[in-house]
């Protein structure tokens, strides 16, 4: 009989053996999946089906943890710029250990060892996954198993846009909007350990005085509510930004704009808001500022195995593990639990709850 | 008694003699002037003032032609980016001919030799002026004076946005809007020259027809009006374009950013229709085109005398020469007659009439 991994009841309503397998096989593999576009809380389905052994490159992952961003919320909804081919398994990341491997398996992934993917669209929500090895990445084994799973898109979209768009030197200032978004936290952590100081606009909401600080403490120089901008003392004593890093547009996405210095560059990475960016034509022309956008899928696709990539993570695992980039608040949430993840990971009044996390059965 | 240059009658209401020279004068010079910021019907006065004789590397100039921009306008109005101090003669643009130079003039620059200048809010709109030699660029004196006095702003401007922003090569294609403008004109027909492509958007009105077939005349790839450009059959038959040009901004400008291929760029030089430039987030996130400006002033303050400025004007008299650039439609104004030029180059109903060239009594 099969081995049933990692605690997934066999009595699920929905069982299908979808894979049959000539060669020997590992066990049995669950995972969520959707064979249509839609409401993810209808569309997505817990299916279970044999997984194979590994032959030749191929690699036995169990994931550990597995994030669900608001991106995957959207690609299951059909309204993201990639339309994976259905059907398909949801999780652009997350954080496996490497089980079993085949024997043309090369370099350093090794059972035992923890992988995240090096693809996008790879699906992490599932149990098991045969992937071949030059599609993983060895990670460090002693990084908390959160922060783990949630390096690939947040930090890297942080890091990526401090390093990439402007040249900055120490004391150089960054605004950002939503800077209490999982990607705004990295900012301000990953600025703060490079030596610049960040201008951080959010919201204003109940509590706000405990979310400035609690931004304060991880390394903001300053945080202010979108209506105190303009007028705050603390951000015009400071110089005018280079940079700004936009993930809401609309009105805000024009605030920070209107900040930047000379020659400055706004990048886009989000549209909070479900507004345009509004762009005074003066800015452009007479203040030459650019705007610009970021999108990690394309980077890394980009940059599939460009030793920047590698660099990159070498260098987020080492802030982390000089605990200076931790991740934002968490949810750890059991696979069979995922219509909670799923609603928990969109966003209510423009605003996310806690980053949700999918871990399977004793992986934590 | 001095003599009086160029036909300008000694009778004008307001005579000034504000310079009291004690060096030897060379004549009388008139010009236009303001001394508040406002209404250029109102606040333009046409004076007259002793010119002294140039002395050690100064030049002294007779204009033939200068040109009435929007900018210039907008400049005297005081909405302008730069705000000349007080009282300011206008006029950014014209070409004149060397009269008589110091002693300590040296290089190319002789009597009887064409010029213009090097510098923005020169003060063009005057019959003399004195100048540093090297503030002076030296011009064929064989080109067409409407061409000469109009080459330095506007086909600048084009030529250094088809240059600069991103690499084009033989076939590729170029969107703009404004296609009529003065910039929109030199854009097609240096474009053509360099054998690229250019779908041109144009405001729907009356004679289309005609204003379609004279910018095919001139080189047009495709003409349509905002209304036509979605679903124009020879728009969608072309290769996306990686480069547009927005001089409308508003809906307009938005229209030509989503024409625009992946990674492609647009770039804002002005906003004739008085709306901000609106940018849909998925633009720059997933079709990761950038928005930037460009400001022929500050070009120039940037590559003052550097010798990609004195290669581009090369280039353009070469296409002057070869009958491959033209001014667009003109008028000639006598300077006393500045009131109707003045007018003329005020947008009605965000259309321009044709450009309004001051000439100074017998220069043309």
């Known amino acids: 009989m099969l081995p049933v991994y990692r605690g997934v009841r066999r009595s699920l309503n929905v069982v299908y053996l979808s894979q049959v397998v000539k060669r020997s096989a590992s066990g049995l593999c669950s995972s969520l999946t959707y064979d249509e576009y839609g409401d993810p809380e209808k569309v997505i389905k817990l299916k279970e089906e044999v997984i194979p052994k590994p032959e030749g490159k191929q690699v036995l992952v169990r994931m550990l943890a597995a994030t669900v961003n608001p991106a995957d919320i959207n690609t299951i909804q059909g309204v993201y710029a990639i339309k994976p081919p259905l059907p398909s398994i949801p999780g652009n990341e997350g954080v496996g250990e490497v089980i079993e491997v085949g024997s043309d398996v090369e370099g350093d992934i090794k059972p035992g060892c923890r992988v995240i993917p090096r693809l996008n669209a790879w699906g992490t929500w599932r149990t098991h996954a045969l992937a071949d090895y030059g599609d993983l990445i060895k990670i460090p084994s002693d990084i908390d198993l959160a922060m783990a799973a949630t390096i690939a898109v947040n930090p890297g979209t942080a890091y990526r846009m401090l390093k990439d768009f402007v040249p900055l030197s120490t004391g150089d200032v960054v605004i950002q909007n939503g800077a209490n978004s999982a990607v705004g936290q990295a900012v301000i952590q990953i600025a703060s350990?490079?030596?610049?100081?960040?201008?951080?606009?959010?919201?204003?909401?109940?509590?706000?005085?405990?979310?400035?600080?609690?931004?304060?403490?991880?390394?903001?120089?300053?945080?202010?509510?979108?209506?105190?901008?303009?007028?705050?003392?603390?951000?015009?004593?400071?110089?005018?930004?280079?940079?700004a890093l936009n993930c809401v547009s609309g009105r805000s996405g024009t605030e920070v704009l209107r900040q930047l210095s000379s020659n400055g560059v706004m990048v886009t990475y989000g549209g909070m808001s479900r507004q345009p960016v509004t762009v005074p034509v003066g800015s452009l022309i007479f203040t030459n500022v650019s705007l610009k956008g970021f999108w990690m899928t394309r980077w890394n696709k980009e940059h599939y195995d460009h030793p920047k990539r590698q660099q990159m993570l070498n260098d987020l695992f080492e802030l982390v593990s000089h605990n200076k980039l931790k991740p934002p608040e968490y949810s750890y949430v059991p696979l069979e639990n995922y219509l909670e993840a799923i609603r928990n990971a969109m966003p209510k009044d423009g605003m996310l709850s806690k980053k949700q996390i999918l871990v399977f059965g004793n992986g934590k």
Chains 1, 2 share one sequence.
């Open 193 to 243: 350990a490079l030596g610049l100081r960040t201008v951080n606009v959010v919201r204003d909401r109940p509590g706000i005085d405990e979310l400035k600080q609690k931004l304060k403490d991880i390394g903001a120089t300053v945080v202010v509510t979108e209506g105190q901008l303009r007028k705050s003392e603390e951000v015009n004593s400071l110089p005018k930004p280079s940079l």
